[in-house]
């Protein structure tokens, strides 16, 4: 562990390898919830309004936003993201779906084929179940 400063709270922490200390992250999630519950009594809400009633910084509830945490559909949200590659307005996440699905390509090329996915985590792209702790040693070539 590490002794850094928090990026939010510039109070010194110890760290595992995060940049805002257990505090903020906390009070964070506590925002997070109350943005998302107005977002859902208010689904038409511009950002002034919700930032007026729910008493959350705009910077708290963008950083939300980027994560993909929130999702403003509110027809005047479009100007608050932008997409980081082109620059086109979004309403969550840092790019938009067509930049997503370039990069996703550019991925899929440079790893030299189709990355394989499994809707169960605990599967192995192969089919074997693979072992938290042990690994199943049959099928190392010898």
Same mark, same amino acid.
Not at 16 to 33: A, H, P, Q, S
């Given at each position: ?71 403003l559909d509110?027809? /005047?949200? /479009? ?24 990069v996703s ?34 099928d190392r070539?010898?």
């Amino acid at each position: 562990m590490t002794i850094i400063q928090c990026k939010i709270c510039r109070k010194p922490f110890q760290s595992l390898g995060n940049k805002t200390c257990n505090e903020c992250l906390d009070k964070i999630d506590r925002d997070f919830i109350t943005v998302r519950d107005y977002i859902y009594d208010n689904p038409n809400s511009k950002m002034e309004k919700i930032i007026e009633d729910t008493q959350v910084e705009k910077s708290v509830i963008l950083q939300l936003l980027k994560e993909g945490r929130l999702t403003l559909d509110t027809p /005047g949200a /479009g100007g608050l993201l932008l997409c980081e590659i082109c620059k086109e307005p979004i309403n969550s996440g840092r790019m938009c779906n067509v930049c997503k699905e370039k990069v996703s390509k550019t991925m899929t090329k440079s790893s030299g084929g189709s990355i394989p996915v499994s809707t169960d985590k605990n599967k192995s792209t192969t089919g074997k179940y693979n072992a938290k702790m042990h690994t199943d040693i049959s099928d190392r070539k010898r």
